[in-house]
């Protein structure tokens, strides 16, 4: 049965008591177009139910309004929770954007996972990612994880250690290198041996810095690969010479034969020879 608010306008759909919007049925919040939604106060958002913001429609729910106090911030966790995959990945990445931490914090794996990589990208702010958990981090695709914004102050530089050290090797190795290179000691640091071995010979030689190199544990320094070990910059001041005389202690049989000679006579210092 068509609902009645297929034949109001907007202005007359604005004139509903918040009570009355909560007693909407189903069909009612499925007949709102952009216009009523347009209409309606944040209060008469927040009043749609749970059980019936899952019946708005993606065009519908696509124009809530974004600012610091706008429509976008009247939905509830609840309502942000139960969302369709559908409906999430046709918000704007100015409604992302807007989202609260809360709102952030509330959003489920598939929901996460239905997120366009522009939304991720452009979308997602800073301190948004921050709070990411570690099953909303891993449910990020590889291609979002490429697009993170790379600046020491950027998106990947704000993923929590938690998160980080969540990450699956194969969004390890989507990293770019520029990527890698903005990471923190202590993201770094968080690497398992399993996401360090995936790094590839790319993110190894052009993306470590030597700050990054000096921080390696013994651990992960063995998870380096031969074509790694070989591909770090081999000058006094590169990354070779950057491994710290325990990391160099540890290195296996297979990674010290992989040194080149130009690693050893120019990077390595007497000490980290010593060390061998």
Do not use: R
């Not at 950027?154 to 929590?160: E, P, R």
């Not at 010479?241 to 325990?246: K, P």
């Amino acid at each position: 049965m068509t609902s009645i608010i297929s034949g109001l306008s907007p202005s007359q759909v604005a004139s509903f008591s918040t009570t009355q919007i909560s007693l909407f049925a189903t069909s009612d919040v499925a007949a709102l177009t952009s216009g009523d939604i347009a209409a309606l106060s944040t209060s008469q958002i927040a009043a749609i139910t749970v059980t019936d913001i899952v019946s708005l429609s993606t065009t519908a729910l696509a124009t809530l309004s974004t600012y610091s106090t706008g429509q976008i911030t009247a939905l509830s966790t609840g309502d942000i929770a139960v969302l369709t995959t559908n409906q999430v990945a046709n918000l704007t990445t100015s409604e992302v954007g807007a989202l609260s931490t809360t709102q952030v914090g509330a959003l489920i794996y598939a929901q996460v996972a239905s997120l366009t990589t522009s939304q991720v990208s452009v979308g997602l702010t800073t301190t948004q990612v921050s709070v990411l958990s570690t099953t909303q981090a891993t449910a990020l695709t590889t291609t979002d994880i490429g697009q993170l914004s790379a600046t020491t102050t950027g998106q990947i530089a704000q993923l929590s250690t938690t998160a980080t050290a969540a990450l699956k090797t194969a969004q390890v190795a989507a990293l770019t290198s520029s990527q890698v290179s903005v990471l923190t000691t202590s993201q770094v640091s968080a690497l398992s041996y399993a996401q360090v071995a995936a790094l590839t010979t790319t993110q190894a030689s052009t993306g470590l810095t030597t700050t990054q190199i000096s921080g390696l544990s013994t651990l992960q320094t063995t998870a380096l690969t031969t074509s790694d070990v070989a591909s770090l910059s081999a000058t006094s001041t590169g990354q070779i010479s950057a491994l710290s005389t325990t990391s160099i202690s540890v290195l296996t049989t297979s990674q010290v034969a992989a040194l080149t000679s130009a690693q050893v006579s120019v990077g390595l210092s007497t000490t980290q020879v010593s060390g061998l």
